[in-house]
């Protein structure tokens, strides 16, 4: 997936800078974080900014604080798979850790962000759900100074925000669920992984002993923005959440909702699926269920619970169409020409006549992030390539399938296939081999952040690489074998 409409990519080093190349650039630009979204919008043509300001390399944005008022802010850098593996997120702000849980393939929680999430501005976004019901608020600064937006004046319509051209979100905030408080988050998509939401509840109830205080009920994709459900979240208060008045606050729910009809879904169906969501989250909250099936120790596949997101030391630079981009490439320097515009995967795949580095094992199978044949180590973080711009790596260390050779930690003999790969030849996990590359790097890096991985954290790790040819069974016997391997007898 290449996309010509960007042709300068600059990373400025502080809050500072990034305010004033805003300022200087006006709609031409537009801030770039982990560029899940960003990069399928310029490729699609949703978008067509010239310049990306990647603020990967400002220091303290990627930061999950509580302060002394009892409000947990989150930084423009915090990424999905932060706040799932974030203590403070976990335990005051459970549905939005259970969103962030929900969204995409670990590659994908590893670079997207939840700030990313907010601008997008998807009705169908899984954070933002959660987020209108933690009564959320976000912060905007500029050169004309800051200011506090709530959900409802921040969101505008579909994919519209309050966000003005020369603006910077640098802090969401709300206040932090506290020992009286519950919350519980659903989604329903059409697959278990990498689903787009049908429909998705968010829930938050503040309790008075049993008897509801405070109710909050937000619905994601039944209307242009997400919906605060005031009759349904009225209804609850001084309930004990008997069945009577779960079912009373679903109906109320489905009544309000909005939705369309679409390839995806008809309307009708979203309408009883609200009710359905709702009760069940309702169902849950009253049996303080709604951590059930919480993992004790998510699957990210990166680097570590607190360096999620992958960027290069802090430094300014700016990259045109001219400008080479210099990485770590299966440990040793490279440096790609022609960089802008392009996504690693594109610099990876090319011949060096183009700038490339013309290593082909990394796959191209959708360019949008969809299929993890693409997978490769950005900083240690396992990543889909086809959703990283190229100038992103500049100053990283990258690893892709043919740097695995060698490189388990048993042997440094250059030829020596990785644990990994020849337990994938001894089960016959290959089939076609076009999804082999992706799944190689992604049970590798699960081996190295587990190294005695079960059945259910393997499966959470595949969770974004499609295999077309259904070898799931043999891949999966393949990983359990180097993780038995691992285990003493």
């Known amino acids: 997936m290449t996309s010509s409409t960007w042709n300068l990519y600059l990373t400025p080093a502080t809050l500072a800078e990034a305010l004033d190349l805003l300022a200087e650039y006006g709609d031409d630009a537009r801030i770039i974080a982990g560029g899940t979204d960003l990069l399928l919008e310029l490729a699609r043509g949703v978008r067509s900014q010239r310049v990306l300001i990647d603020i990967a390399r400002i220091p303290d944005l990627a930061t999950v604080r509580l ?209 359905v969501l709702t009760r069940r989250a309702l169902s849950v909250l009253h049996t303080r269920r709604e951590r059930d099936g919480w993992p004790a120790t998510p699957v990210t596949l990166g680097p570590d619970a607190a360096q999620n997101h992958a960027a290069a030391p802090t430094v300014s630079a700016g990259f045109t169409t001219a400008s080479p981009v210099h990485f770590t490439l299966n440990g040793q320097p490279v440096s790609v020409h022609h960089a802008t515009g392009k996504t690693l995967l594109d610099v990876l795949r090319a011949p060096a006549a183009d700038g490339g580095v013309h290593l082909t094992g990394t796959k191209e199978g959708c360019a949008e992030g969809e299929c993890g044949a693409c997978t490769v180590l950005l900083n240690g973080a396992a990543v889909m390539s086809c959703l990283v711009p190229a100038p992103a790596a500049a100053g990283c260390t990258v690893t892709t399938v043919e740097g695995l050779a060698g490189r388990d930690g048993q042997t440094e003999a250059p030829h020596t296939l990785h644990a990994v790969q020849q337990a994938f030849v001894t089960a016959g996990a290959v089939q076609c081999g076009y999804c082999t590359p992706g799944l190689l790097m992604s049970a590798t890096r699960l081996l190295a952040e587990n190294p005695a991985p079960n059945r259910s954290a393997i499966e959470q790790a595949l969770v974004g690489n499609l295999c077309r040819c259904t070898g799931y069974a043999k891949i999966v016997e393949a990983i359990l074998s180097v993780s038995k391997q691992s285990q003493p007898s």
């Open 67 to 275: 302060d002394n008022d009892g409000w947990l802010h989150l930084g423009p850098l915090v990424t999905h798979n932060q706040i799932v593996t974030s203590p403070l997120a976990v335990h005051h702000a459970f549905p939005l850790a259970r969103a962030c849980w929900e969204v995409g393939a670990p590659q994908i929680r590893n670079r997207g962000t939840v700030a990313g999430n907010v601008i997008t501005a998807s009705p169908a976004n899984d954070t933002i759900t959660p987020l209108w019901a933690l009564d959320a608020t976000m912060t905007l600064v500029s050169h004309r100074g800051p200011r506090t937006l709530t959900c409802a004046q921040f969101f505008q319509g579909v994919r519209r925000t309050a966000l003005a051209p020369d603006e910077f979100l640098l802090d969401i905030a709300f206040p932090a669920l506290t020992a009286q408080a519950s919350g519980a988050f659903l989604k329903l998509g059409l697959r278990r992984a990498q689903a787009i939401s049908l429909v998705n509840v968010a829930v938050v109830l503040h309790w008075d002993g049993n008897q509801v205080r405070q109710a909050a009920i937000a619905l994601g994709a039944v209307a242009p923005t997400i919906l605060r459900v005031t009759e349904a979240e009225q209804a609850l208060v001084g309930s004990t959440l008997d069945a009577a008045a779960i079912q009373h606050a679903a109906s109320l729910a489905a009544a309000a909702s909005r939705p369309i009809d679409d390839v995806r879904a008809s309307a009708d169906y979203r309408r009883v699926m609200v009710e």
